[in-house]
């Protein structure tokens, strides 16, 4: 079972940087992989980046709405999830999540499927980004 902390949100004007925190205890490297989404009231919750880690290499991805501007990483010593975001704008003003998820696709199919809410089976309690004009 994993379970997921966020920290980090806060209030930003527009162009202003955050970084994100996400504590993972029972994370598993070779089961898992973590995303980060945010939601809006009445919007769906979208996926914004994700990562994994096969033991050799990472690999990331990313909404194309934040491509250039956020960054995720993991530290696997400390069981953490980060997410840095720089030249924010006034549409990434949300509520933030980490999730954790299993039985990821291999190969290029995981561009797609890690954009899913559905696959993931564990959620932290969210933390609050705003970013003012």
């Known amino acids: 079972q994993v379970q997921l902390v966020e920290s980090g949100g806060g209030s930003v004007q527009a162009g202003g940087s955050l970084r994100l925190s996400c504590a993972a205890s029972g994370y598993n490297y070779r089961s898992h992989s973590l995303a980060w989404f945010r939601q809006v009231p009445g919007k769906e919750r979208e996926g914004v980046a994700s990562i994994y880690y096969t033991g050799v290499d990472y690999y990331t991805y990313y909404a194309d709405s934040v491509t250039d501007r956020f960054t995720v990483s993991q530290d696997n010593a400390k069981n953490t999830l980060y997410l840095q975001m720089n030249n924010l704008k006034t549409e990434d003003t949300a509520m933030y999540y980490c999730?954790?998820?299993?039985?990821?696709?291999?190969?290029?199919?995981?561009?797609?499927?890690?954009?899913?809410?559905?696959?993931?089976?564990?959620w932290g309690q969210g933390t609050q980004v705003t970013v003012s004009s």
């Open positions: 999730a954790a998820a299993t039985g990821r696709p291999t190969g290029s199919a995981y561009r797609y499927w890690w954009r899913s809410k559905n696959n993931y089976f564990s």
